[in-house]
């Protein structure tokens, strides 16, 4: 998935940055309220993390000008531990949670994938496919009880992918999917890890499709 975090404090946003790439999720920083609120595509995003104290544009003003520009995504407030009435009214102007600094990194993770889980209409936290069960909040994919190890990337495209199951996901959305921070992911890169992925899923069960000029599609392999 694809995160916006929306915070000034650079040690902290770089923490939080880094936690959330482990993840295998793409990451994009805008530091001040101002380029937040200015954003022309919040809706490519899957979830945005806004801290509320931001300079030139407090967090409230750019979270009510995101939703009032219709902006659907879930929103996680980052706040100190002396903005409880600010809380409150982040909540009623829209927010989905809100995080209370200091914070864990685990923590904020775990808040992360219960929002994206309720934005999907969830309830558990596994995708599965044919025999293959993916478990987003331990990061394990599995097949017949036995573990099928991926880098975290491959488990993000993996994730993408059994989400749209028999459907297409188009290229460009891997590629913002995997992109990170620091380094862009080109749709040759994508190339790359489908064509990783397809010999890991060889013997399991699954195929992945290209739709040549669009992306791909995960689906049940035929019998043979
Ligand atoms: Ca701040």
Same mark, same amino acid.
Do not use: C
């Given at each position: ?13 770089? *923490? =939080? ?6 993840? *295998? @999720? ?5 530091? #001040?309220?101002?380029?937040?609120? $200015?954003?022309? %595509? ?8 806004? #801290? ?10 750019? %979270?009510?000008? @995101? ?17 409880? *009435? #600010? ?37 558990? /936290? ?18 017949? *009880? /036995? ?7 491959? %488990? ?18 891997? =590629?913002?999917?995997?992109?990170? @921070? ?19 899923? $060889?013997?399991?069960?699954? $195929? ?17």
């Amino acid at each position: 998935m694809r995160i916006l975090l929306v915070e000034d404090d650079p040690a902290l946003s770089l *923490g =939080v940055a880094r936690a959330l790439e482990r993840e *295998g @999720w793409g990451v994009d920083v805008l530091n #001040d309220g101002e380029q937040a609120a $200015a954003h022309g %595509l919040i809706d490519q995003f899957d979830l945005a993390i806004l #801290d509320l104290g931001l300079p030139k544009r407090d967090g409230m003003e750019v %979270l009510r000008g @995101w939703r009032g520009r219709g902006a659907k995504l879930p929103v996680l407030l980052l706040t100190a531990r002396d903005e409880l *009435g #600010d809380r409150v009214q982040g909540l009623n102007a829209g927010a989905d949670d809100y995080l209370v600094k200091p914070f864990d990194l685990p923590e904020l993770v775990a808040r992360l994938r219960a929002l994206k889980r309720r934005a999907e209409g969830r309830i558990t /936290e596994t995708l599965s496919l044919g025999e293959l069960t993916l478990d987003l909040a331990h990061r394990e994919l599995m097949h017949r *009880g /036995e573990r099928v190890r991926l880098s975290p990337r491959e %488990l993000a495209l993996t994730e993408l992918l059994m989400q749209r199951a028999g459907r297409l996901v188009p290229k460009e959305s891997i =590629v913002a999917t995997l992109s990170s @921070w620091e380094s862009d992911f080109s749709e040759n890169s994508v190339e790359v890890y489908v064509h990783r992925l397809r010999k890991r899923f $060889a013997d399991l069960g699954v $195929a992945i499709k290209t739709v040549r000029g669009f992306g791909y599609v995960m689906e049940l392999a035929e019998a043979s």
